[in-house]
């Protein structure tokens, strides 16, 4: 099993401010990464794929990047409704697995 | 626009079987390009993807819940299933339906339901 490890568990931001999150697969998984994004009661929603590519209608002050085993997700000004939890998730095989998540507090 | 709903019931009793429909809307199950999976998320904890299906009814299952899970399709019906069988208190979660489009052997989950609440409990 590929196992996704996030960090940090928890991050303190301010409105304006540029966070980036880390996330870091235990084996390659290539550029088969996700972003979503999920706020409390929601289902999550969908970032970027492919590691880097912005999904449809997400604001572009989203951006991930990486491959192999270590990608960052980056969040430019960050805005009032950005304040969430991040989940990164592998897919290289159909054997999914997400990480912890990271969870964006308003500082 | 496509929209998946799940639904079922929110209380199962240990030891009996789970099971879950979500419909999808403004889109088909039988399209050949998207598969159509489960994924669960426990209260305050992350999210663990339980299986797949696509519209010929070729299935993919997480294997640490293979041996309980089954998920079927119904064209006719424009939906899709979970049964989750001798259910614990582990297996209570919020469990979602998803899209996942079909580009390479996988990819990523682009449309979700809203989720459903499904307590394990006598």
């Known amino acids: 099993d590929i196992q996704m490890t996030q960090s940090p568990s928890t991050l303190s931001a301010s409105v304006g401010d540029r966070v980036t999150i880390t996330c870091r697969a235990s084996?390659?998984?290539?550029?088969?990464l996700a972003w979503y994004q999920q706020k409390p009661g929601k289902a999550p929603k969908l970032l970027i794929y492919?590691?880097?590519i912005l999904e449809s209608g997400v604001p572009s002050r989203f951006s991930g990047s990486g491959s192999g085993t270590k990608f960052t997700l980056t969040i430019n000004s960050l805005q009032p409704d950005d304040f969430a939890t991040y989940y990164c998730q592998q897919y290289n095989t159909y054997l999914y697995s997400f990480g912890q998540g990271t969870k964006l507090e308003i500082k | 626009q496509v929209q998946l709903q799940e639904s079922g019931p929110g209380l199962v009793k240990p030891s009996q079987t789970l099971s879950l429909t979500c419909n999808v809307s403004?889109?088909?199950?039988?399209?050949?390009?998207?598969?159509w999976n489960w994924i669960r998320q426990p209260a305050g904890k992350g999210l663990e993807w339980i299986g797949r299906?696509?519209?010929?009814?070729?299935?993919n299952y997480n294997p640490s819940l293979k041996s309980r899970v089954t998920i079927s399709v119904d064209t006719s019906k424009n939906q899709f299933s979970l049964k989750l069988s001798s259910v614990t208190a582990a297996d209570t979660a919020v469990y979602y339906c998803?899209?996942?489009?079909?580009?390479?052997?996988?990819?990523?989950?682009?449309?979700w339901g809203q989720g459903t609440m499904v307590t394990v409990s006598s």
């Open positions: 084996q390659s998984i290539s550029s088969w």
């Open positions: 403004g889109g088909s199950v039988s399209s050949g390009t998207y598969y």
């Open positions: 299906i696509y519209t010929n009814g070729n299935s």
């Open positions: 998803a899209r996942e489009r079909i580009t390479m052997i996988a990819d990523a989950f682009d449309i």
């Open positions: 492919k590691a880097s």
